[in-house]
């Protein structure tokens, strides 16, 4: 996640604490500092309240990094490689780099986090009002939240995924389980949402947005865990190779826009090309580079000049996946990367080739993943 802070490392697992995690610990030591503590125990210094409500705030923390190490170590556990825990304003995920091989397995990893939660109910409460008590008790009522709320069936809160392995294991198909499991997440991310609109109207506005703010919450991780792990399956083992265009035009670096359109993108219907200069790769240029430029100076400016230099292009290997090139591309937010093997080009991928490969792959009625297992980032709250 970008804006994120490495804070350390535990059991060879990276911790990582986004920004908006910071905005959390402050917004929730000052409202138990003039909110909770004051009203649960009246009569202490405003010294105690404050010190009291950021050991609270950062012991609550504590409990959101048990609960998804027990996610990460059950995972690694079970063969599946984490690449690290970042806790964030809704609490933490654990980076899982490859879906579970078995619902047997899926169960196990979902259900150790909300397991974990709930222990805390052990934390020992001696009933003697004392600074330790308060804090204790504030961690065992917020880590029973923190259970029970992940163990609501809507994927991928933990219950989600609890439900998606028993639809898996019934089923057999991961994808059916997903879609069936991420169906569930959305009709109960609704409910929160119209139950939040009928406390908005009748007891408090408050708790109404909360709840309504929850709803939207899961509703959209529903929907983009559910795409998510349908894209990655879909895309699964295709590699670069398989859906690069393999002779790209390539263009001299020296000529000028008005060339460069009237030889090449014009009669080619082309949208991109490599620019070369004495057979080496320097750049790429795209029809959102000669726009750039205003008509009236495309005689005078070259394709060099306008272009994306290469120190500026990611290159992919025609060996990686698709799964790793999407993001890639989605986060450049570009439409277009070169394939290189060895310092040479050797294609273009598209997002145009990638939605023709699909295409073609959904004519043909084959778009069944090659494994649901491999190669997917799944990720854990
Ligand atoms: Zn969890």
Redesign the pocket.
Known sequence: MPGSLRIGKIAGIDIYIHVSWIIILVLLTVSLAIGWFPQLYPGQSTATYWIVSLIAALLLFVSVLL?ELA?SLVARRRGLPVKNITLFIFGGVSNIEQEPKDPGIEFQVAVV??LTSLLMLQLPLQGTNSPLEEILYYLAVTNILLGVF?LIPAFPL?GGRVLRSIIWKISGSMRQATRAASITGQVIAYLFILLGIWLFFTVSILDGIWLGFIGWFLLSSAQSANSQVMLASVFNGVTVGEVMNPKPTTVPANISLQQLVDVYFLPGGLRYALVMQADQLVGLITLSDIRHIPRDQWGQVSVSYAMIPLERLHVVSPQQTLSDVLPLMAGRDVNQLPVVQNGTPVGIVSRDAIVQYLEVRRGLGVDTPKSDAQNQLRK??
């Open positions: 609960h996610h986090g909300p992940n933990d854990t709250a």
